[in-house]
């Protein structure tokens, strides 16, 4: 017999009965009844139940056992009596009886619970995260996430990927995060930089003629902690592909995704077609460039309803401004005074000035809208609003008023507000779609000058013509996000292998054709020797697996997170070096007071 075990502690069914077995695992829970006990035996495969009564030679240890203790037993297999046989656990079928026991290890007392999984300071969680991966659900959602990527893996091969390591130390690229810098010792006062991306490798691969790349890329980034990233790193499913538009990436990587979402969906519907949905558009319909489709809200612009009416606040800024727009954002079964005060405390408490609203009742027989504004701008506005909006009774609209390029975030977090308030969004469905066109430049306000939108290395709608002789404002770009549920998980790019247009590109940010070569002299370089249209993206691993855990924090699908002050607390990490190895690579700090 094996040294530790013949089966796992999820192994044994029915057809084990009469068998003597070994098992090892770790004490779940010990429950006496009435001179029996019972041992909950747990390992990474399941829960088996053991009994051992007084009359076994083990009866005594066993009585000494705690939560946690590692064991070793022999057991004989016994079927369950049917009105003891547990139908929600796979090994239900069958108890061990105890006959032999040994303690492998002890454990101390526990600082946070394994059993039952309670709330508990996320501090401890991580300083003692061997222990938290012992809870049921973190562990099914690690394993799970493993699964996600092998599934990955198999579906982007059979796609005809190949999967490719690009390097972890290298130089400083412009991502739109602050890097990880190494120290060189061999080189005094140079450094290396980690990864934010593997952009400019995959972009050589594709130069180098390997066509179709993918890589489980671990990235790096040293930025604040944000709701849906990691501070520090991330993973994403990373690919280019040679002689392509961006329809063809877009066609390839929906049945992918689509597929491995169906695959650990557990019944879930899962969007097949996925619609493209320019980002201009995505804003003026859902104030935001990652809409929830699953929300039913589409917004409009009504401002030609409170042009000269009576609501002076909204009337006057129309007349001011022609910059100034009226969003319209409808509530269905929301037309009640309370909730229409309720989404007007949350709109002061997010800073806003308050929420307009009018809401729809039957008085006297006839249908009228109700509230402030609309005896402001009279029933003829307010039938118009209701008509263009297609409400009825029992509904009611909120507005925001001004620069659309100034709230329309705020009108999108009302949106989800109202949606989700109202129990008008399908929870149980992942909706994607991709989001396309999108600006290649936006205006820096604090640096008073165009930058890039989103990724450098992109192609430029129009291309160099579109460089040399358009509002570097009004350019789009062969960019797109694909998005699921609200969440951003993917962005990819047709990217710009001229190196004329990837000059002219940088030079309207303010970077010289020289600036080119020294930041960028690989791909500058590999572009003057025969490069071919290429295109791809990268899924965000993380937030893929979130959702298909159904997690509502990162930390909840990640092996060893950092907190949010980018502390590992199990490790210690970050930690201070010492006096030699700054010695060693010529570092001498410089910190604040």
């Known amino acids: 017999m094996h040294a530790y075990r013949t089966h796992t502690c999820g192994e044994l069914r029915a057809s084990h009965v009469g068998q003597n077995v070994r098992l090892s695992g770790w004490v779940h829970r010990v429950r006496d009844h009435g001179g029996l006990l019972f041992i909950d035996l747990r390992d990474h495969y399941g829960m088996t139940q053991c009994v051992v009564d007084p009359d076994s030679a083990a009866f005594k240890l066993a009585e000494s056992l705690r939560s946690e203790w590692v064991i070793k037993v022999d057991v004989l297999v016994k079927a369950r009596t049917p009105e003891t ?42 300083k003692y995260r061997f222990l938290d991966l012992r809870r049921e659900t973190l562990h099914a959602n690690i394993v799970k996430r493993t699964k996600v990527i092998r599934s990955m893996r198999r579906r982007m091969e059979d796609s005809g990927f190949a999967e490719y390591s690009t390097p972890i130390l290298t130089a400083s690229s412009p991502e739109g995060a602050r890097d990880f810098l190494v120290p060189s010792r061999i080189h005094p006062g140079k450094f290396y930089a980690l990864p934010q991306a593997p952009q400019q490798y995959k972009q050589l691969l594709m130069v180098a003629g390997f066509d179709r790349y993918f890589q489980i890329a671990p990235c790096f980034r040293d930025e604040d902690p944000r709701a849906d990233r990691l501070p520090g790193e991330f993973y994403q499913l990373d690919l280019e592909m040679s002689f392509v538009t961006q329809e063809d990436v877009w066609n390839t990587m929906t049945p992918v995704i689509t597929a491995v979402f169906e695959e650990f969906a557990e019944g879930k519907p899962v969007t097949k077609d996925w ?29 030609e309803h409170f042009a000269g009416s009576g609501f002076k606040v909204f009337a006057r800024m ?24 309720r989404m007007n405390s949350w709109a002061q408490g997010a800073g806003q000035p308050g929420l307009g609203y009018i809401f ?151 970077l010289s054709k020289t600036d080119v070569e020294e930041r960028f002299g690989g791909m500058y370089r590999a572009f003057q020797y025969g490069a071919p249209p290429h295109g791809g993206c990268a899924f965000g691993i993380d937030r893929v697996v979130m959702l298909l855990c159904g997690a509502q924090n990162l930390r909840e699908i990640t092996l060893f997170p950092m907190n949010q002050r980018a502390e590992d607390p199990l490790m210690g990490a970050p930690s201070e070096a010492s006096l030699k190895q700054l010695r060693e690579l010529h570092i001498k700090l410089n910190l604040p007071n």
């Not at 493209?276 to 804003?283: F, G, N, Q, T, V």
């Not at 319209?328 to 229409?340: D, E, L, N, V």
């Not at 409400?391 to 109202?418: H, I, M, Q, S, T």
């Not at 969004?425 to 066109?437: K, Q, S």
């Open 85 to 126: 046989v547990n139908p929600n656990l796979p090994t239900g079928e069958v108890e061990v009886f105890i006959t032999d026991l040994e303690v492998l290890g002890v454990a101390k007392d526990l600082p946070l619970p394994v059993f039952g999984e309670p709330e508990y300071p996320e501090d401890v969680r991580l």
């Open 360 to 510: 729809w009742r039957t008085e006297n027989g006839a249908l009228e809208g109700a509230g402030p504004l609309a005896k402001n701008i009279g029933p003829e506005r307010t039938e118009a609003i209701r008509t263009q909006l297609g409400l009825g009774e029992g509904d009611a609209v909120f507005f925001v008023a001004g620069d659309p390029k100034k709230f329309y975030k705020f009108a999108g977090e009302a949106r989800n507000r109202v949606g989700f308030d109202l129990n008008l969004v399908d929870t149980e469905r992942y909706e994607f779609c991709w989001i396309v066109d999108f600006p290649f430049y936006e205006w820096d306000e604090e640096e008073k000058k165009v930058e890039f939108a989103h990724n450098p290395f992109s192609m430029p709608q129009g291309g160099l013509k579109a460089l040399e002789s358009q509002d570097p404002l009004t350019i789009k770009a062969f960019q797109y996000d694909a998005v699921c549920n609200g969440y951003e998980i993917a962005s990819g790019s047709i990217r710009n292998q001229s190196p004329e247009t990837m000059v002219k590109a940088f030079e309207l940010v303010g």
């Open 318 to 341: 129309i007349e001011a401004d022609p910059k100034t727009e009226v969003w319209a954002i409808p509530a269905k079964s929301g037309g009640s005074r309370a909730f229409c005060d």
């Open 275 to 303: 619609p493209r949905i320019p980002y201009d558009e995505a804003i003026r319909k859902y104030g935001s460039d990652k809409p929830d489709l699953r929300n039913p809200i589409i917004m409009e612009a009504v401002t």
